[in-house]
Nanobody, 127 residues
Framework: QVQLSESGGGLVQAGASLRLSCTASGGQFSRHGLGWFRQAPGKEREFVAAISRSGRDSVYAESVKGRFTISRDNDKKVVYLQMGDLAPEDTALYSC????????????????????WGRGTQVTVSS
């Protein structure tokens, strides 16, 4: 089974940048599509970004397009979320997830397509 662990979160001021990392162990990392989701207090978990297993296909939530970039390094078994121009609205617990399927399919923004989840890393943006 794939095990995921996030890092890189922290407290920053509006306009700052952060890079989140998600390292994997177990399973075969390169065979799984990956995604980033976030959840703020009192809100439902929402999709942020996803990337196909090859890295050729990516999809983003409208709220982060142009500001966030998802990437992966299959040799290092790491998926990144580069976040720029952060705003207080971005404050949330960010979790990475791996899809259940190992088929070559486009990136998905539905959390129902993901079976393996990390515990998350907190991102807090002050105004």
């Amino acid at each position: 089974q794939v095990q995921l662990s996030e890092s890189g979160g922290g407290l920053v001021q509006a306009g700052a940048s952060l890079r989140l990392s998600c390292t994997a162990s177990g399973g075969q990392f390169s065979r799984h599509g990956l995604g980033w989701f976030r959840q703020a207090p009192g809100k439902e978990r929402e999709f942020v970004a996803a990337i196909s297993r090859s890295g050729r296909d990516s999809v983003y939530a409208e709220s982060v397009k142009g500001r966030f970039t998802i990437s992966r390094d299959n040799d290092k078994k790491v998926v990144y979320l580069q976040m720029g121009d952060l705003a207080p609205e971005d404050t949330a617990l960010y979790s990475c997830a791996a899809r259940h399927t190992i088929l070559s399919v486009p990136a998905s923004q539905s959390d129902r397509d993901y079976s393996y989840w990390g515990r998350g890393t907190q991102v807090t943006v002050s105004s």
